[in-house]
């Protein structure tokens, strides 16, 4: 069957009033999560993951993925209005956008960030569509070598591109990969790390871990740092654009989808690059007064780095959905949704569960539509959530989340678990240790574990049996790049400055 049938079939199933009730919830919970600094669409799906256990899988996929489109339209709300990106990948659209918005043209800049990410959005899924069969045929011949690679790749390039340094980034993978052989050894029976405790002989639920490290953790970092002034928020009335700013915005519309999507889909890619290369590309190609308004309110600024983060989130699920391999936050917190549910994503996920997978994308173009209503008229509105006192906001985050847990299994070890987690999170944003390489640890941890094991007993304990399959060694190089690449810039940037630099006894003017 071709991938426009199964779209089409997709179509039939998204578009169902039971499933178009979800996506609707998903895009305003997104929305309004993005709208509100530190609280992201990764805090947001994990905590809905405990409430989710009674929802039809395909229906909880829709909302979440709604809940994602939504963060990335969201974020650019507060970058523009508070100078306060919602999402780290919004800090970009906050340099022109809220310069815009001073200078008495927020409703130009809020359309433009809204129209610009339904555009972005609803090529990037098209490429999505086109892009996950080719890749799901080209992964249905991956062997267990080959699946530890890519697993290896995914702990490089997340831990790499995530942190501030590799060794913080190498740190939060190990906490997580620790996680992760919480519980009963699946080839020896033997428990390990479980303290006698009888509760975690099944290991640590994946959806306390990241309810915990996300959710909780975030709320106390967020909580420990609140400012009690209300903030200055620019007023704003219904978005709109002129002649003028469609003309200049559509190339930087279609320029940044072009730069999102293959980032989007690249181990730690994310959004956060794509965005500032767009901003870079638009500044470079600015002229007349184009070029006099940057520093001061250009709309490509905001134009082109809001759709490279919308077309990254569509990138995002092409390695998720075809390999099961998250490349971001939010994308680890899905692969656990997943696992939730008893699906492993990858190549069986698409002929074994056709209906999910195609009713998910084709609601990306439902929920693309619904965020392009809800954000042009509702504008206004959003900016007045943004008044909502943040004590309230988080010691409801708090209790939710611990609602959540408990009704998991209805134990107390949940809850202790949880609030260890909790903790653990908000130190790890203290000292600058990433979350996010400790989820896709935790998560992927125990499938490197079973199928570097499967491919030793294959090769009989010879250790090459991992580099025979090219794909696997092009994998593990690719890993070994992304370990040392920011080693190697350091170095040359520092062998540089060096060399600029004269020796002490060497006058300047010499």
């Keep these: 069957m071709s991938s426009f049938q199964l779209l089409l ?41 405990p409430i989710t256990f009674t929802v039809p899988a395909a229906s909880a996929f829709i909302m979440f993925a709604g809940i994602y489109y939504g963060g990335m339209y969201g974020g650019s709300t507060t970058s523009i209005l508070l100078n306060t990106p919602g999402e780290s990948s919004s800090m970009i659209t906050a340099l022109e956008g809220n310069k815009m918005a001073r200078r008495g043209r927020a409703a130009q800049a809020l359309a433009t960030a809204a129209i610009g990410s339904f555009v972005a959005g609803t090529i990037a899924t098209a490429l999505l569509v086109v892009a996950a069969p080719a890749v799901v045929a080209f992964a249905i011949s991956f062997g267990p070598e080959d699946y530890f690679a890519l697993a290896i790749l995914a702990f490089t390039a997340v831990s790499s591109v995530l942190s501030r340094s590799i060794v913080r980034g190498l740190a939060s993978l190990g906490l997580g990969l620790m996680i992760g052989l919480v519980g009963i050894d ?31 953790g975030e709320a106390l970092y967020v909580a420990s740092r609140l400012r009690h002034a209300p903030p200055e928020i620019v007023p704003v009335g219904r978005a709109w654009m002129g002649r003028a700013d469609w003309r200049r915005s559509w190339r930087p519309w279609l320029r940044g989808t ?12 994310g959004a956060e690059i794509p965005t500032f290369l767009s901003y870079a590309a638009e500044r470079r190609l600015a002229r007349g007064v184009a070029r006099e308004e940057y520093g001061k309110g250009a709309i490509e600024g905001v134009a082109g780095p809001e759709a490279a983060n919308n077309a990254s989130a569509a ?6 959905l075809t390999l099961g391999l998250p490349t971001s936050a939010t994308a680890a917190i899905m692969l656990a949704a997943f696992q939730q549910y008893g699906l492993q994503p990858g190549p069986q996920l698409f002929n074994h569960n056709p209906a999910l997978v195609w009713g998910m994308i084709a609601s990306l173009f439902i929920g693309n539509a619904m965020l392009l209503v809800l954000n042009l008229p ?16 988080y010691a409801g985050i ?25 903790l653990l999170g908000y130190a790890m944003r203290r000292f600058g240790l990433p979350v996010a390489p400790a989820v896709i640890g935790m998560i992927l941890g125990p499938m490197a574990e079973i199928q570097l094991r499967r491919a030793l007993a294959i090769g009989a304990g ?10 696997a060694a092009v994998l593990l190089a690719l890993a070994l790049l992304a370990l040392f690449t920011p080693v190697l810039k350091k170095v040359m940037a520092r062998r540089n400055i060096d060399e600029d630099v004269p020796p002490a006894h060497v006058k300047a003017d010499d």
């Excluded at 509702?378 to 906001?393: E, F, H, N, T």
């Excluded at 708090?398 to 260890?420: I, R």
């Design 462 to 471: 010879d250790i090459s049996v991992l580099v025979r399959s090219p794909v």
């Design 186 to 216: 699946q080839q020896t029976g033997q428990a390990r790390l479980t303290l006698g405790i009888p509760q975690l002989l099944d290991g640590i639920d994946v959806v306390i871990v990241a309810v915990g490290l996300f959710a909780l």
């Design 258 to 269: 072009a730069l999102g999507f293959p980032f989007g889909a690249l181990p730690g890619g």
């Design 9 to 49: 079939d997709g179509f039939a199933a998204a578009l169902t009033p039971v499933n178009l009730m979800y996506a609707l919830i998903g895009v305003t919970l997104g929305t309004l999560v993005g709208v509100l600094p530190g609280i992201g669409p990764a805090m947001t799906v994990a905590l809905l993951l």
């Design 315 to 320: 990138g995002t699920l092409v390695p998720l």
């Design 378 to 393: 509702l504008a206004p509105l959003w900016a007045k959530v943004l008044r909502i006192q943040r004590p309230y906001l």
């Design 398 to 422: 708090v209790l939710f989340a611990a609602l959540g847990v408990y009704a998991l299994n209805g134990t107390v070890v949940d809850l202790f678990v949880l609030f260890l987690l909790g």
